[in-house]
């Protein structure tokens, strides 16, 4: 290979102390490695919590009346909600496209009752964006041809003291106020593991809710998308759609503590990949400083044959790049098996938190998290490995700079 | 400018201070080197001979004094100009040769061409300056493969390889014995005549001083002889 003399040069000085040079790359390599397992999970634990709000009905996104973004009551309804979901459901990159209804009710079985948000639903899509009403364990899940039947959590159900085919009464307040009651068969109970979840859930027909709650129509559409990746340019082609009386709003801001929750866990491992990347950055700019203070001599006799400032700058830099480029490798090497095996096998959290319930503002969240991995791996272990190293080079090029020919050489002869 | 005069050196001094501390290495030393000269700088340690070269070469300032080297005042060069100086029309030989131990012989003299900006042509001049120093079989061994001899005429060769008009030698045979010393000195000689290269070296080596066409003599930081071999006797600065 016909490398220039000045690249020999540096890659030459790197394996003249080969201890210290491997040493440095090995720094490099277990701190990116660390940050790489890191951003692995963090990510996979984001991922895990988008899915897991998409998928407890939330949607990825949701098209609601424009006054929800004010006022985010209940009796809100679409207008003419049914084209809207057809136009919808018709469109790149929707996967499940679905309407709710919601309305405070008191379930009564007997003496016992339970205050309960009541959401509409059609029985055919919502299975598609809500996995908690997958998990009925006893009894079966809505039908839209059997009307007043309804749907609880296991909790609610404990709670009345009913089971599958039990009758229960439902009270409402109607849209002038009014009081108005329908009795509701029981149908199902769901068992999500999360008591939070199971005291809350339960489902009607969408047009058993609108009897009961004297409001017609879908309060907002669900939307569930095929990757998750395109929810900014989907709802963007969806607002050009739909007109003044609808807006569209994301799982973030329909959930936004859970938005937080991933923003914060982002932030800490942005905090800890800072810090790993600065011991690295030190530690490296102290070794290369050691190299650079050992060839003071070297330097000088250098710039004695008429090696300019910037040449010498050029040699520390790409000596900071080699070891930046092994480096990369390195940490790729040590994190890749770590981060394949929680991408594929994931970490299981159900020891860790026992019994604490996985429900958060009704979704349920996952106790195994997945790592992601990827393509992504090789840019960030390039990028934090080569950044870490030019800029730890710049210190140890100054001061090779700074140093004075004719000092040097009759300090050292 | 006279145009053979390729150093001219008027009252220059050099004061080095650290701290309270100063050391005077040279009392105003006025010095002409023409074209072509073959010329030692002899002297006790300490009389200032390796602190003249230093300023020749542009490693260094003078304290007070006028220092041009090929017409061109040193005081008045930017240190990229200086670094230029030393690329394109300089060479230097060090005592403890100091060649980069992480390259070859070979390596070592085309470094110095790269610099230039030389192109493909530049493995072709390096291989023939090793040619014609006898250094062809040793061209891809790394200094620490070398005898101290032979280290030393690979030091001459990165030296002469961009053809400078001026080399500087700073005690070039005082590591090495006198066979060595002898070779090297025969060579440095041999392109001095044929290449008209200018030499100007410091040596405390009486085998060396006998081959000078010029011995200037330095002590305690003044020139008190300066003698052409072939009788003349130039007037010492004063």
Redesign the interface.
């Known amino acids: 290979m016909n490398l220039p003399i000045t690249t020999r040069y540096a890659l030459r000085s790197l394996l003249r102390h080969k201890r210290r040079t491997f040493l440095s790359v090995l720094g490099i390599g277990v701190g990116c490695g660390i940050c790489l397992f890191l951003v692995s999970f963090i990510k996979g634990e984001g991922d895990m919590m988008m899915r897991a709000a998409a998928e407890s009905g939330v949607g990825h996104l949701r098209v609601a009346p424009e006054e929800w973004l004010h006022a985010q009551e209940m009796n809100l309804r679409l207008d003419n909600w049914g084209a809207l979901l057809g136009m919808i459901g018709e469109m790149q990159h929707v996967r499940v496209a679905t309407p709710h209804a919601r309305t405070d009710a008191l379930l009564a079985m007997g003496t016992r009752t339970a205050g309960v948000i009541l959401t509409g639903v059609d029985p055919a899509a919502e299975p598609a964006i809500n996995r908690l009403v997958r998990a009925v364990t006893e009894g079966e899940y809505l039908d839209a041809g059997r009307r007043g039947e309804v749907v609880l959590g296991k909790g609610i159900a404990r709670r009345l003291g009913i089971g599958v085919s039990d009758d229960l009464m439902v009270t409402a307040s109607g849209k002038g106020g009014e009081m108005r009651g329908a009795m509701l068969r029981v149908r199902g109970i769901v068992a999500s593991g999360s008591q939070m979840l199971d005291n809350g859930l339960c489902q009607v027909l969408l047009a058993d809710l609108e009897e009961i709650s004297g409001y017609r129509g879908a309060a907002e559409i669900s939307i569930l998308l095929d990757n998750y990746e395109r929810i900014d340019e989907t709802a963007s082609a969806l607002r050009e759609r739909l007109g003044e009386d609808a807006v569209v709003v994301t799982w973030q801001e329909i959930v936004p503590e859970l938005a937080a929750g991933v923003e914060v866990d982002e932030t800490w491992t942005n905090l800890v990949t800072a810090v790993v990347v600065s011991v690295v950055f030190l530690g490296i700019a102290s070794a290369q400083l050691a190299a650079v203070l050992e060839r003071r001599k070297e330097f000088a006799v250098l710039s004695a044959i008429g090696m300019k400032g910037h040449r010498l700058v050029r040699v520390m830099l790409a000596e900071g790049v080699i070891l930046g480029g092994a480096g990369a490798l390195a940490s790729l090497l040590l994190a890749t098996p770590f981060v394949y095996a929680i991408s594929t096998h994931g970490i299981d959290f159900s020891n860790m938190y026992g019994d604490a319930d996985m429900g958060i503002s009704d979704i349920l969240l996952d106790p195994v998290i997945y790592g992601d991995a990827g393509w992504w791996l090789l840019p960030l272990a390039f990028g934090l490995s080569l950044g870490a190293t030019m800029l730890s080079s710049l210190y140890p090029a100054w001061y090779a700079l700074s140093v004075t020919p004719s000092e040097a050489l009759r300090v050292e002869q | 400018m006279d145009n053979d005069i390729l150093i001219r050196a008027e009252n220059i001094t050099k004061v080095y201070r650290a701290g309270n501390v100063e050391a005077q290495a040279l009392r105003g030393v006025t010095l002409d080197v023409p074209a072509g000269d073959f010329l030692a700088i002899v002297g006790p340690s300490g009389s200032g001979k390796?602190t003249f070269l230093?300023l020749v070469?542009a490693?260094?300032s003078p304290s007070s004094g006028t220092l041009s080297v090929f017409g061109e005042d040193l005081a008045h060069m930017s240190?990229?100009k200086r670094?230029?100086l030393?690329?394109?029309h300089?060479g230097?030989v060090?005592?403890?040769y100091?060649l980069?131990?992480?390259?070859t012989a070979r390596?070592n003299v085309?470094?110095?061409l790269?610099?230039?900006g030389m192109g493909s042509e530049r493995a072709a001049r390096a291989r023939e300056v090793l040619l014609q120093l006898g250094l062809a079989e040793f061209a891809d061994r790394r200094p620490n493969e070398l005898s101290g001899g032979q280290q030393q005429r690979v030091a001459v060769a990165?030296a002469v390889a961009s053809r400078p008009r001026l080399i500087l030698a700073d005690e070039p045979t005082a590591n090495l014995d006198g066979e060595n010393a002898e070779i090297l000195i025969e060579m440095m000689r041999t392109l001095n005549r044929d290449e008209g290269t200018t030499f100007v070296f410091s040596t405390h080596d009486s085998r060396v001083v006998r081959h000078a066409d010029r011995v200037v003599t330095l002590e305690d930081g003044t020139v008190t002889r300066d003698e052409r071999r072939h009788g003349e006797l130039e007037a010492p600065s004063a």
């Open positions: 390796t230093n070469g490693l260094d240190k990229s670094a230029d030393r690329l394109r300089l230097f060090f005592q403890a100091n980069v131990p992480v390259l390596e085309e470094f110095v790269e610099l230039q990165r």
